[in-house]
């Protein structure tokens, strides 16, 4: 299965409320990535695991929350969802390090509407 | 950090025209990269063309390293190539995407 899996495909919140993103493949990638995609805007780089290790963007430090319990799963975490989070998550993975040659995988993304 | 241009920002052709494609960056890319999002689906990887000329079926790949751009020529355009094409480097150890050109074909 060289797929990789986000749930849900849509998402509901309140403002102010705690949202809880999943993603998920079966490829034993190294590196798992998350991407905030807004409408007519590039996709941002937010925070990507390269095994165990977390790195997070300097510009989106505070805002995003992250875990990998085990090398299929990676969450990402909004504490308390502003308006400004509405926007589509894309989950991305690959063998090996983070921007080796190998290549990217793409989940369909979620689509999170903050309200 | 690395930045990156696509033009044009949509693009719309008939059944069987050419489309070209271009992307600029503003330092020397090292892992130059075209993907696609069909409407609806996720994002696919094309092809890794950090220089020279690259094909893989319909597609041929461009990048001129020392000026910094790239094009994606995709030839006799089918209906099912609608969606959206978008370019990303790694320079910087940061994965950097453009914002995308939207292609539209009609039959």
């Known amino acids: 299965d060289t797929t990789v899996k986000q749930n849900p495909r849509y998402k509901l919140a309140r403002v102010g409320k705690p949202v809880n993103l999943i993603c998920s493949q079966t490829?034993?990638?190294?590196?798992m990535y998350w991407y905030q995609k807004k409408p007519n805007q590039a996709p941002k780089l937010l925070l990507f695991?390269?095994?165990?290790?977390?790195?997070r963007e300097a510009d989106t430090f505070e805002k995003f929350q992250s875990s990998r319990p085990n090398n299929s799963f990676c969450s990402l975490y909004i504490g308390s969802a502003g308006l400004e989070y509405s926007a589509m998550y894309l989950c991305?993975?690959?063998?090996?390090?983070?921007?080796?040659?190998?290549?990217?995988?793409f989940g369909h993304g979620t689509k999170l509407s903050v309200l | 950090g690395q930045q990156v241009q696509q033009s044009p920002a949509s693009l719309v052709l008939q059944e069987g025209e050419n489309a070209e494609l271009q992307c600029n960056f503003s330092?020397?890319?090292?892992?130059l990269q075209w993907f696609y999002q069909s409407p609806g689906g996720s994002l696919v990887s094309l092809l890794s063309?950090?220089?020279g000329t690259k094909h893989t079926g319909r597609l041929t790949s461009t990048t001129v390293t020392k000026e910094r751009r790239s094009s994606l020529h995709i030839s006799s355009s089918q209906t099912t190539d609608s969606g959206t094409y978008l370019c990303?480097?790694?320079?910087?150890?940061?994965?950097?995407f453009g914002k995308g050109t939207v292609l539209l074909v009609s039959p």
């Open positions: 490829m034993n990638h190294d590196t």
């Open positions: 063309n950090p220089s």
């Open positions: 991305a993975s690959t063998l090996g390090q983070a921007y080796s040659n190998e290549r990217l995988f």
């Open positions: 990303a480097d790694s320079g910087y150890n940061k994965l950097t």
């Open positions: 695991y390269y095994d165990k290790i977390l790195n």
């Open positions: 330092s020397t890319a090292t892992q």
